[in-house]
């Protein structure tokens, strides 16, 4: 009878093994354990009044959940994002999708499509001209990976109110590719250029 042969060589069987030590798997229970402890600490409801609002470079957005709130929710960042008459967020992007809903005012969102080529490195290319979608109280948005966008209120009287979620999801992943191509108007002081 023959016995059947291994493919694994003796110098593949010695480098298999290490003298280099850690105790990895053991740290990654005891942090679940803990983790698990302190989540059932955090709150499942979030009032509006406890709701911070942040002036940011993209503009005046009121955060509804987000990580930094610690919140039961894990995976999306919500906030709501107001728009002065006649006014615009910054120019922003990001790995994840984002999805948007208007509240209240009508305007338009400017979306520079990219393409992309993955050779020794990732080789992205934005449009130079957007495509345009206007929007209206109740409309859903909905922007794709990477999309340089841009979200304008159209109306010279009134405020726009828009509900954009993200995922963190891509952050955790190694993904947290986020940049804020140009700032929101009055918001210059709080831009950084990004570089790459």
């Excluded at 509804?64 to 994002?81: A, K, P, R, S």
């Excluded at 969102?109 to 080789?123: G, M, P, Q, T």
């Amino acid at each position: 009878m023959k016995t059947k042969s291994s493919f694994v060589s003796d110098i593949e069987r010695r480098r298999s093994r290490s003298d280099v030590t850690a105790d990895f798997y053991a740290q990654a229970l005891e942090a679940s354990r803990a983790f698990r402890k302190e989540y059932r600490e955090r709150p499942s409801l979030v009032k509006s009044h406890e709701m911070p609002m942040e002036r940011t470079a993209d503009g005046l957005i009121k955060h509804i959940v987000n990580e930094g709130m610690n919140t039961v929710e894990c995976c999306i960042d919500i906030y709501m994002q107001f728009i002065p008459a006649n006014g615009a967020t910054g120019t922003s992007r990001h790995l994840s999708e984002e999805v948007a809903f208007v509240i209240e005012g009508t305007g338009h969102d400017l979306h520079y499509d990219v393409s992309f080529k993955c050779e020794d490195e990732f080789i992205w290319e934005w449009e130079t001209t957007p495509k345009r979608f206007d929007w209206g109280p109740g409309d859903y948005i909905y922007i794709p990976p990477y999309c340089a966008h841009k979200r304008v209120n159209d109306d010279p009287q009134n405020e726009a109110r828009v509900v954009v979620i993200n995922s963190r999801i891509l952050k955790a992943i190694g993904f947290n590719w986020f940049d804020q191509l140009e700032p929101a108007q009055g918001c210059e002081d709080l831009w950084v250029p990004p570089q790459d």
